[in-house]
């Protein structure tokens, strides 16, 4: 039997126990980085992709630190969704049942729920919060919530708290925190408008950045479908139902379009669930078990669904719409091809999107190009073609002029050894790329 690669971290067996049954067997890039760190008790920022193991990088260290004999908070964990911060919970208790010595007690705390209800709860502090920054705050003010105890703040997804305007709570709770705290901060990326709240809190920080080794996984095949001369709804009813995902995302920028999109394909008949700001968080936990209980084959979301939420066994993304900061692309095909697994990203694009599409290719994603004639998927000349042909005869040319040496004073054959020249870079280009081939 192979041994368990997490065994150099040394937890404890109730934790290696639970890394097993959670089939676990090698750390993550960012989890062999950021574990050490953590258990010496260091501040860190991880700056990793989406899907690349970040949460079980603090959570095991954090586990390993708790000290169930004590009455008290001891880490706290902010989310900027309600969605993650359930999420990050029931990962904790995924390992804490394996935890038969003691009870080890973690609470989540999100907004949307009964206040009175969660200060209720706080009668007995908790080891471990998990929560929004909002909510957490609200109950650190009604003094019902205790964390000046606590040795750990960790400020996961730190871009979107940035962007979604937590950043003000998690320094209030921040403050109210020992002066010696050790602060986790994980984030796809490091903003600028991020690093005065990284000095304020953070002296010397550990910093580990792990690059992508490709800007979206290998196992994931990106599609492009152009719209033409179709009616878009109907074009993407057909995608869904040619590819029978087990479960497909199709993207908006808008919650009106998510609306739009979902009320339309419903109409077609296809059972669809959405995701977006608008809903109430009881319209969201509702969406969200009925995800989980897979009742929906389809989903029609918000960049909501791209960050902060993790939603299983996605097969299939679609972008209804590319994103208008392309880094969501991203973030978007990142819900696809996890675990393992692969993927397929499909793209409706029309004429007006060709510079963000350039944009995407010089990022580095690889897209196929494809059309959907009658149910079936033919592979298509790529949108650009022509383009590329006229840029690599230009080039070509360019470069038998540079070897073909112009006389002082033009002679008749100077153009017909320049088309010689062409002639025969071009057949060598041929038979360069059937070798290639």
Known sequence: MKQNKFSIFHFKPYIEQAIHELGFYEPTEIQKKMIPNILRGESAVGQSQTGTGKTHAYLLPILQSVNPELNEVQAVITAPTR??????????????KFYEEQTINARCFIGGTDKKRAIEKLKKQPHIVVGTPGRINDLINEQALFVHTS??????????????????????????????????VFSATIPEKLKPFLKKYMENPKYEHVQPKHISAENIDHILVPLRSREKIDLLHEMLLAYNPYLAIVFTNTKTMADEVANELIEKGIKVGRLHGDLTPRERTKVMKQIRNLEYQYIVATDLAARGIDIEGVSHVINYELPQDLDFYVHRAGRTARAGHSGITATIYEPSDEDALTRLEKMGIDFENMDLQKGNWLLIPERNKRKNRKKQTDDIQEKARSLVKKPKKVKPGYKKKINQQVEQMKKRERRLQKRKG
Request: glycine share 4%; aromatic share 6%.
């Open 83 to 96: 969605e993650l911060a359930n999420q990050i919970y029931h990962e904790i208790l995924k390992i804490t």
């Open 151 to 184: 040795k750990i703040l960790v400020v996961d997804e730190a871009d979107l708290m940035l962007d979604m305007g937590f950043l003000f709570d998690v320094d209030q709770i921040a403050g109210r925190m020992p002066q010696d705290l050790q602060i986790l």
